[in-house]
């Protein structure tokens, strides 16, 4: 691991300023992505700013009826709260399936979304990757595949994101709110968070550098069936090969994200509208413009059969 300079900012305001006074810096929450990253020298930050002191570990309702959730709210107490289990329960559901109770109780809102891809080539500096070191090429083109994305891939990248919360606060239209570096503060929604890996894979999120998320909102409740379905090689502990974050309404229309084939939780609001047609049409047209491999074509036919398990669970 690089040696490194460290502060903890109690302050949202503090960690703004520290973030510009240091362009290398990273802010660190949970640490169980960025450590590991680090001790690869994956992620070379010159600085740390620590931001777990600051208040942003709260979740409160919002004046039209949402939910605002801090940051700094760990994994464990988002899917245990009262609110979030009884009116978004999809978001309860994904974060337990996530890795391992250790981890979620250090893991936070800001990070999880924050968290990089678990592409095999990602993780090894021996292989070039674009996303590690842009122009470098993708060793996973031409290479092993089964765990990577079928859509919205790129020449240069075809990773995915492997957050499961993520998944399901695509299809609850979430919206992030952030700080910049100057004090200024904007609302992303999630649909427009994280990004395609077109030419520079490297550039994951809509974040400027030192942008601080300061917390997730939730629309009001839309009520319906909230199923989130998660496949994968084990039975724990292990990322999605696919997810479905579904919420069904009694009228069979609904919303529908799926987590493990792209570079981002992947919804297509056209699709949508197929769903009350079956499995077999709303898959069809969500992954229209799919680019498989050879070895994880299998992820097309597996979306469609998850989406058909959720639709079977929603009627119960
Ligand atoms: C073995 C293992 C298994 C896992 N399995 C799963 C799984 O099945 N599903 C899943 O979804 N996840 C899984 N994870 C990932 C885990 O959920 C993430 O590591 C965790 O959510 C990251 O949160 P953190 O607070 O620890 O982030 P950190 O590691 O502290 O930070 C991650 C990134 O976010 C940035 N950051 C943190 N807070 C802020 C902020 N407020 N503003 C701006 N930037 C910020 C950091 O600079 C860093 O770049 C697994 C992890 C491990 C190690
Ligand atoms: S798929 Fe993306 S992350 Fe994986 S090796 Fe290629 S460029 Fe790197």
Redesign the pocket.
Known sequence: MRAFTYERASTVEA?ATAAAQNPDA????????????MKLEI?K?SHLID?NG?S?GSIEKTQDGGLRIG??V??TDLAADETVRRDYALLSR??V????GQ??N???????????T?CPYFYDPNQPCNKRQPGSGCSAIGGVTRQLGVVGVSDACIATH?????VAMRALDAMVE?VKPDGAKRAIPIADFHRLPGDTPHIETA?ERG????GVTLPAPVGGKQIYR?V?DRAS????LVSVAAVIQPDGSGNVAVGGVAHKPWRVEAAETELPKGARAMASALLADARPTEQNKFKIRLTERTIGAVLSEARG
Do not use: H, W
């Not at 990273?26 to 990253?37: R, W």
């Not at 399936?97 to 391992?100: C, Y």
């Not at 942008?211 to 300061?214: A, G, Q, S, V």
């Open positions: 960690a990273k802010f660190i929450a949970g640490g169980t992505n960025l450590l590991d990253l992620e930050p931001v600051i942003l940051a700094l760990r994994n994904a974060l399936a996530g890795a391992s981890l979620r250090k893991a936070t809102t800001a990070g999880n979304l924050l968290q990089r678990r492997p957050s499961d919360m993520a952030t974040l942008e601080f998320i300061t998660k994968r502990y292990a990322f999605a």
